[in-house]
């Protein structure tokens, strides 16, 4: 069974330009979560997506924004991109929301560099 | 607000030693989740156990423990027989409205 699948694996990017991160999740979860990870803040929870709707969303700028396919494949997008924008981008996916959870399954992640 | 507090940022340990990790965590909740991950320098978060809250009996994968005291809200985790692959950051979790709230972190080094 493939796990969670994210590409690309790194990016670098300029000030100013948008990116697009892409997640696929096991087949059969509905549910996608972002969350991006940096040396000073940690871990931090960006949004999450059940059946093509946002369920929740952390507390990150509208410059950060996600959609949901109906395959259950995830994008993120960050426009404006900022130096602080720099970081690892982890994609999780897990098997149902708001009932009994057997955990998140993650990513590799995407290394985004904001030069 | 919930938290999750992991105070040693850093353990070592000698290979087939026991080490334990420490965690606390807040929550206004009476019924929730909590995770310990598992960070090796591939970056993959891996799960390495769950707990859920209302089961009071502590959950164990293999080499892998809790002890899980939920009135002192702590989540502790051990591992028995450390191995060199154990090497890794470690983060405790917590499930809360369907998004983790993670710990900072606790970075083990296993040592032949």
């Known amino acids: 069974k493939a796990g969670v699948t994210q590409t690309p694996r790194y990016l670098i990017k300029t000030r100013g330009q948008q990116v697009t991160l892409s997640c696929s999740p096991i087949s059969g979860h509905r549910s996608v979560s972002w969350y991006q990870q940096t040396p000073g803040q940690g871990l931090q929870f960006l949004f999450e997506y059940f059946s093509e709707t946002q369920r929740n969303k952390g507390n990150f700028p509208g410059r950060f924004s996600g959609r949901q396919f109906s395959n259950s494949r995830s994008e993120m997008n960050v426009s404006t991109l900022e130096l602080g924008d720099s970081a690892l981008y982890l994609c999780?996916?897990?098997?149902?929301?708001?009932?009994?959870?057997?955990?998140?399954?993650f990513g590799s992640g995407t290394r985004l560099t904001v030069v | 607000a919930q938290t999750v507090t992991q105070s040693q940022p850093e353990m070592s340990v000698q290979e087939a030693e026991t080490v334990t990790l420490s965690c606390t965590y807040d929550t206004s909740e009476s019924n929730y989740y909590l995770f310990w991950y598992k960070q090796p320098p591939s970056r993959q978060m891996i799960l390495v156990i769950r707990?859920?809250?209302?089961?009071?009996q502590n959950a164990t994968e293999n080499r892998f423990s809790v002890n899980f005291q939920k009135a002192a809200k702590s989540f502790s985790l051990k591992i028995s027989d450390s191995q060199l692959g154990d090497t890794a950051m470690y983060f405790c979790a917590h499930r809360n409205t369907d998004k983790l709230i993670f710990g900072t972190g606790t970075r083990l080094q296993v040592f032949p």
């Open positions: 707990q859920e809250a209302y089961k009071q």
């Open positions: 999780a996916s897990s098997l149902e929301t708001g009932r009994a959870n057997y955990g998140y399954t």
